[in-house]
T-cell receptor
């Protein structure tokens, strides 16, 4: 019964390169969320997706960041032309379809991005 | 105004102490409530859901006060292993699940 899977666990990029972070939700979960956490700070919501649909991207920076959750395969968070300020832990979480109201999120182990 | 507010702490307590955290939320239509625990450099993990009637899980007790829009977490007989950041989480939405996280309350349990 695999939980939420994220890869890579650690990613090093030079300024100007692209970073691709992948997330596979728990089995049976159709909703995926991405969060960013800077050192010593709280979780910041970025985007909420269903398969082939972005539900809420109010936390996504306007430029360089994009996310998708295709019909097949994992969800991808893509950061183009990375800058040092993008260095952070990026957590993915998944939840099942809304049903009884008590559904909650389960988190993956995170991807730690370091931009040199 | 933040959706969910918590005292950031840190709360420094000796082993065996009882400690309580509070959390307030702004949307009276919020549906569900949870406490998560996050250890340093790890992902948040669900500690417990919070039900209207209050609920207990071993040394942990969670309470919900809808009228005042706050949630509490009580930890009895603190252990060194309880040291972590505790996140208050509020869920909204009926056709979708939207979660709001507090910034977390840091707990340090000292020997």
């Amino acid at each position: 019964n695999a939980g939420v899977m994220q890869n890579p666990r650690h990613l090093v990029r030079r300024r100007g390169q692209e970073a691709r972070l992948r997330c596979s939700p728990m089995k049976g979960h159709s909703h995926v969320y991405w969060y960013r956490q800077l050192p010593e700070e709280g979780l910041k919501f970025m985007v909420y997706l269903q398969k082939e649909n972005i539900i809420d991207e109010s936390g996504m920076p306007k430029e360089r960041f994009s996310a998708e959750f295709p019909k097949e395969g994992p969800s991808i968070l893509r950061i183009q032309q990375v800058v040092r300020g993008d260095s952070a832990a990026y957590f993915c979480a998944s939840s099942p379809l809304p049903d009884a109201g008590r559904e909650t999120q389960y988190f993956g182990p995170g991807t730690r991005l370091l931009v040199l | 105004r933040k959706e969910v507010e918590q005292d950031p702490g840190p709360f420094n307590v000796p082993e065996g102490a009882t400690v309580a955290f509070n959390c307030t939320y702004s949307n009276s239509a919020s549906q569900s409530f949870f406490w998560y625990r996050q250890d340093c450099r790890k992902e948040p993990k669900l500690l417990m859901s919070v039900y209207s009637s209050g609920n207990e899980d071993g040394r942990f007790t969670a309470q919900l006060n809808r009228a005042s829009q706050y949630i509490s977490l009580l930890i009895r007989d603190s252990k060194l292993s309880d040291s972590a950041t505790y996140l208050c989480v509020v869920k909204e939405g009926y056709n979708f699940n939207k979660f709001y996280f507090g910034s977390g309350t840091k707990l340090n349990v000292k020997p």
